[in-house]
C-alpha cells in the first residue's frame, strides 16, 4: 500500500508545546511541504493531456498535465526525456511515471515526470510501427533484396556483446556441431543509447573482416526497451546496406525488431542462428561415409567394365603378318576399281566431248553471218524499190496540187491579160472613189508593173458598177 500522507501523525520540524506560537517564513513552509509531498507520495503513474508544453534551451521539458476536471505542472528534466522516442504536443493523451513534488520558489505544487509513453499502445510501440512502415514502403523488406545464406560457409562474424548469454550460446552450438568453424566476435553494446551508433560501427567492421561469409547480429532476450538499438533506424539501414548475408537473432522467439525485418534471415534465437549456419558434423561424416562408399562402387563398376572391354579387345587381337596380307589384298581390289574408275570416266568424257562438237557445229557463227548477209541484201533491194515508188506517188501527188494551185493563183488571171492596181501604200484599189486625181498608183502586171499617175475618174466605169 502506498504511504499516503496522515495528518495526525506528521509533525513540523519547530514543533513545540501548545502555548507556544512558532512563526515559519515561506521558504521553511515550503520545504516541509515539498519534503512531506515527496516522503508521502513514492513514484506514481499518471494519465492526462499534454497542454503549455516548453522546451527551452537549457533541454528540459515543462508542460501541463490536465483531464476535463483538473490540471497539474509538471517538469521533465533532460536526462529523463532523452530517453522518449516522441516529440510531446498539445493535446497529446500521455501516461507519465513521476513523483510528487514542490517548486518552492513559487510554492506551486508539480510533478517531476521520470518515464512518459503515449498512452494506449504506448510510445515504442507506435515509433515501432512508424519506422516500420518507413523502411516497408522504400522496399528494404522486400524479399528480392535479400541474400542467400551460404550452404557451406567457414568463417562467420558475430556481432554482440562479448558478455552476454548469447555469444555463449552461439559458440557453444557451434562447437557441438562443427567445431572447424571459424568465429570471429566483433563485440558492441546492445543495450542503453550508444548501443545503435556502436552496432552500425561493428557492422562495418565485421565487412573488412577477411572471408566472411555470413554476419549474426543479436543479444538475448529482454523487455521492448532493452532490445530498442536493434529497432533504430541506422541499424536497419546498416543491416540492409550489407555486402554478406547478414542473419538477425534479437531476443526470443517472440520479440520482433526492425532489425529481423531488414536481415536477409530471422532466426528465432541466437541458439537457432548458429544452429542455420553450422552443418552438422555427425550429419557431414554421414554424408562423406555414403559418398565414399558410392565412390568404391563406381570404381569397382568402372575396373569391372575395363577388365572386360580389355578381355575383348584382346580376343579381337590379330598377328599383324594376317593384317598385312589383308590389307594388301585389299589395296589390289582398290587398284583395280581405280583403273576401272578411270576407264569408264574417259569414256564417258569422250562421249561428251563428241556431242559438243557436233553442237558447235550446229552453232557454227559463220553459217549465220552468211545467212545474215544475203537476208541483208534482200531487205536492201526492197528498201530501195519501196522508196523508188514512194518517191513516184509523192511527186506525182505533188504535181497535181501544184496545177490545182495555177489554177486558182491570181498570175494565171495576169497571164491572161489582168492586172492588180496599187496604191503606193500597197492597197488593192478596187474602186475610183479610193485614189484622187493626180496620185501615182502602181500596176502589177503578168510580167513586171507599171506606175502611173490618175489623170482623172472612168465615170463609165462607176456607172456600170451601180
Avoid at 258 to 268: E, K, V
Avoid at 339 to 344: C, E, N, V
Wanted: glycine share 6%; charged share 20%; net charge positive.
Amino acid at each position: 500500500m502506498p504511504n499516503y500522507f496522515d495528518p495526525l501523525q506528521f509533525q513540523p520540524d519547530n514543533a513545540s508545546g501548545p502555548n507556544e506560537r512558532k512563526v515559519l517564513s515561506v521558504s521553511d513552509l515550503n520545504r516541509q511541504a515539498k519534503r512531506l509531498l515527496e516522503v508521502s507520495f513514492p513514484s506514481i503513474w499518471v494519465e492526462g493531456e499534454l497542454s503549455n508544453v516548453a522546451r527551452p534551451g537549457s533541454g528540459h521539458w515543462y508542460f501541463t498535465l490536465k483531464d476535463s476536471g483538473a490540471q497539474v505542472r509538471c517538469a521533465m528534466f533532460r536526462g529523463s526525456n532523452l530517453r522518449v522516442r516522441f516529440q510531446p504536443v498539445e493535446g497529446l493523451q500521455v501516461l507519465i511515471r513521476a513523483k510528487v513534488s514542490l517548486y518552492e520558489g513559487r510554492g506551486d505544487y508539480q510533478l517531476i515526470a521520470e518515464h512518459m509513453e503515449e498512452a494506449g499502445t504506448g510510445a515504442l510501440q507506435k515509433a515501432f510501427e512508424q519506422l516500420k512502415n518507413k523502411l516497408a514502403a522504400e522496399g528494404l523488406f522486400a524479399k528480392e533484396n535479400k541474400k542467400p545464406l551460404p550452404n557451406m560457409p567457414t568463417h562467420i562474424a558475430v556481432v554482440t556483446s562479448p558478455t552476454g548469454a548469447a555469444i555463449r550460446d552461439i559458440l557453444t552450438v557451434f562447437r557441438r556441431r562443427f567445431p572447424a568453424m571459424t568465429i570471429t566476435v566483433i563485440p558492441t553494446l546492445v543495450q542503453g543509447n550508444e548501443a545503435a551508433q556502436q552496432i552500425v560501427k561493428a557492422l562495418q567492421q565485421a565487412q573488412q573482416q577477411e572471408q566472411v561469409d555470413a554476419i549474426i547480429v543479436g543479444r538475448g532476450g529482454g523487455s521492448l526497451e532493452d532490445l530498442w538499438p536493434f529497432n533504430e533506424e541506422c541499424v536497419a539501414r546498416a543491416i540492409a546496406a550489407c555486402s554478406i548475408p547478414v542473419i538477425s537473432a534479437v531476443g526470443h522467439e517472440v520479440d520482433f525488431t526492425i532489425a529481423d525485418f531488414t536481415a536477409d534471415y530471422r532466426a528465432p534465437t541466437p541458439s537457432a542462428a548458429a544452429e542455420i549456419l553450422s552443418p552438422d558434423q555427425q550429419e557431414l561424416h554421414k554424408t562423406l561415409t555414403s559418398y565414399q562408399q558410392q565412390l568404391s562402387r563406381q570404381m569397382n563398376q568402372r575396373l569391372q567394365l575395363a577388365s572386360h572391354n580389355l578381355n575383348h579387345l584382346r580376343n579381337r587381337l590379330r598377328h599383324p603378318g594376317e593384317r598385312l596380307r589383308e590389307q594388301s589384298q585389299r589395296l589390289d581390289d582398290l587398284d583395280i576399281r581405280l583403273r576401272q574408275a578411270i576407264r569408264q570416266n574417259l569414256h564417258q568424257a569422250n562421249a561428251r566431248l563428241s556431242q559438243q562438237r557436233e553442237r558447235l557445229q550446229q552453232h557454227n557463227p559463220v553459217g549465220t553471218l552468211q545467212r545474215m548477209n544475203t537476208l541483208h541484201q534482200q531487205l536492201d533491194e526492197r528498201l530501195k524499190q519501196a522508196m523508188t515508188t514512194r518517191l513516184n506517188t509523192l511527186r506525182q501527188t505533188l504535181m497535181a496540187r501544184i496545177a490545182a494551185l495555177d489554177a486558182y493563183s491570181p498570175l494565171a488571171t495576169l497571164q491572161r491579160g489582168y492586172s492588180i492596181t496599187q496604191t503606193e501604200s500597197g492597197q488593192i484599189i478596187t474602186r475610183g472613189e479610193q485614189v484622187a486625181s493626180g496620185e501615182r498608183v502602181r500596176t502589177r502586171l503578168a510580167n513586171g508593173s507599171l506606175w502611173c499617175r490618175v489623170e482623172s475618174h472612168d465615170v463609165e466605169s462607176q456607172e456600170l458598177e451601180n
